[in-house]
Every structure is written in C-alpha cells, then in structure tokens.
C-alpha cells in the first residue's frame, strides 16, 4: 500500500530571548528541533524519513482497523419493525461514524463479543407488538477466560494507538541516530501488533458477513416460509396454532358455518379454492378431518345428513 511520509515538526515557542536578557548563548542551529532542516547530518535525515514512513504505515493501519470496528458494531444488531429496517441500519451508521476506537471496543466487547451463555438469549422486550418486526444478530461467543484475554487485548491496541498518535514523538529522540533506530524497533513491533488484530478482526468480519449471507439464504427458502407461515418446522414438527392449514379452517368457517358448526367436507372445498397450497398432505394428514382432530383447537362431531354420517367442526373457546 502506498504510503506518504509523514513530518513531524515540533512547534518552537514564539517568544524570544535576547542577548541583553540571557548570558546563555544562541542555539548554534536556527531550528534544531526541524527533522526537516538541511542542516541536519546526512546519515540522520534518511532515518528519520522511514521514522516517518513506519508512522505512516501504523497509522494507516489503525485507520483501516476502525473502519472496519465501525461496520461490525454499527451492523451486527439490527432490530425494528420491517419498514424501519433501512432508517435504522442509517442511523446506526451515523452513530458510529465519529466514534472514538476506545469507544467502539467498549461497544464491540459485551456486544458483538460476548462470554458464553451471555446475552445470546435474551428477549426483545422494546420491540412493538401491534407490527411485524424482526432481529438480525450475530455474536461472537467465547470463554470466559478467551474474553478476558481479548479485552485486555484490545485495550492494549487502544492504549498503543493513543501512543502512536499523541505521544510517540515525546518518547522518542529523533534528532540522534540512536533514538531514530530505537523508534524504527519500537514501530516495527506496534505494526506487527496492529497487523494481528486487524486480521483477527477481519476473520470476525468473515464470519459474520457469512452468517448474513445464509440467513438471508435461509429466509428466502420454502423451509423459512413453511416455519413463518405455516408453522412448520425443519424436522417436521407442526406448530399448529400457528399453522396457516388452521387459519384456513378458521376462514372457511367465518363463511360456512351454521349455528358454529361447519361441515368438514365442504370446508376443505372452499380451502382448495381459496388457499390451494393449505393441504392436509403439507401437515402430514391424510384427510381434513385428520388435520381439525391433530391440531387440537377445533370441537369434532359427527352428524347424520341424508343417512350418511358427516363430520362437523367448530373451534374450541380458550
């Protein structure tokens, strides 16, 4: 990657002295302190330019390191009904968008990183309950003693970067060839920290952008809508209070019912024309009156019509 050399020119204080006010002569140089001046030794300006370029190259990885923190904390939750998703997931954005990187490692830890058995199970109790909403979450689950270390990992980075940035020429003598090699050890070693935790942060990257990629997968499946309308699940479980055969039924009576009571027969005519998909067959029934006794929310009765006997429902009162 590319790097400008960064320069690093320490402001020299305005006021002056004169000769009249102080017995201590004149700096031999005008600006001793200028890594820039001509006047410095030949053998030193080229240490402290690649001084400048390891710099360079830590900061721009630290750059690179938040803005990848900020895309998984402002994305890794999403939560709201389903027309406010996108304004959210804004707003989310924004909110991380100036956020200092201690502030997003505080974010990320007990968030996106969580200790096993944390809050992965806990249950949305601010979401609205007259609208469908959903929750895209993904976490990281570690040991406690694995969550631990990575905190105090991560807060060594934000400690390292807050050097780097507002200290790392205060601790370092770079007008001398010692304090220049000493600073080129000392950025080697912080890039090659740097370079750690920004790859652990890219695999944690991966793994949730491949988690989103097979929920979505997963959501636009026949077995996601077999689960969400039809309460069907995976192994072939039926949830039948929130199976679509039942509503059916319950459909079917609100038009055919007399007295409460529908015949079951012609209830499953009216479900084949209305609702062809709701078949019993879907549910693992052979027959509509298999599909009202299984599910356990209708009465079943059975009635003599014209001398044959004919099975009638209606649905139970809770």
């Known amino acids: 990657m590319p790097c400008h050399g960064i320069r690093l020119r320490p402001v020299a204080p305005r006021t002056k002295l004169s000769h009249d006010s102080k017995n201590e002569p004149w700096p031999t140089k005008p600006a001793d302190n200028d890594m820039t001046n001509p006047s410095i030794d030949d053998a030193l300006q080229p240490l402290q330019h690649d001084v400048q370029r390891l710099l360079g190259r830590c900061l721009l990885r630290l750059q690179q ?7 998984i904390v402002a994305h890794h939750d999403i939560s709201g009904p389903a027309h406010a998703l996108e304004a959210i997931r804004a707003a989310r954005i924004e909110d991380t968008a100036t956020k200092t990187l201690g502030t997003l490692v505080g974010q990320l830890l007990g968030s996106y990183v969580i200790t096993a058995g944390g809050d992965a199970d806990q249950h949305d109790q601010d979401q609205p309950v007259d609208v469908i909403s959903f929750r895209m979450r993904a976490q990281l689950s570690l040991s406690a003693e694995d969550y631990a270390r990575t905190q105090d990992e991560l807060r060594d980075l934000v400690s390292l970067r807050n050097t780097l940035v507002h200290h790392f020429i205060d601790q370092h003598d770079l007008w001398t060839v010692d304090g220049c090699r000493a600073a080129q050890d000392a950025l080697t070693a912080a890039y090659t920290r740097i370079d750690q935790h920004f790859e652990q942060l890219r695999g944690w990257a991966e793994h949730m952008d491949q988690a989103r990629r097979l929920t979505a997968e997963f959501v636009q499946s026949a077995v996601f809508r077999d689960l969400v309308v039809n309460g069907i699940a995976p192994d072939g479980t039926v949830d039948w209070q929130a199976a679509g055969i039942v509503r059916a039924l319950h459909e079917a009576a609100g038009e055919l019912a007399t007295e409460g009571w529908t015949p079951v027969a012609e209830a499953g005519r009216w ?10 067959a879907k549910y693992g029934c052979s027959s509509w009156r298999q599909v009202v006794h299984e599910s356990r929310l209708f009465e079943l009765r059975y009635r003599d019509v014209d001398g044959q006997r004919t099975a009638w429902f209606k649905a139970r009162e809770i």
């Open 271 to 280: 479900i084949a024309k209305q609702h062809p998909e709701q078949l019993p």
């Open 65 to 71: 390191y938040e803005r990848l923190t900020k895309a």
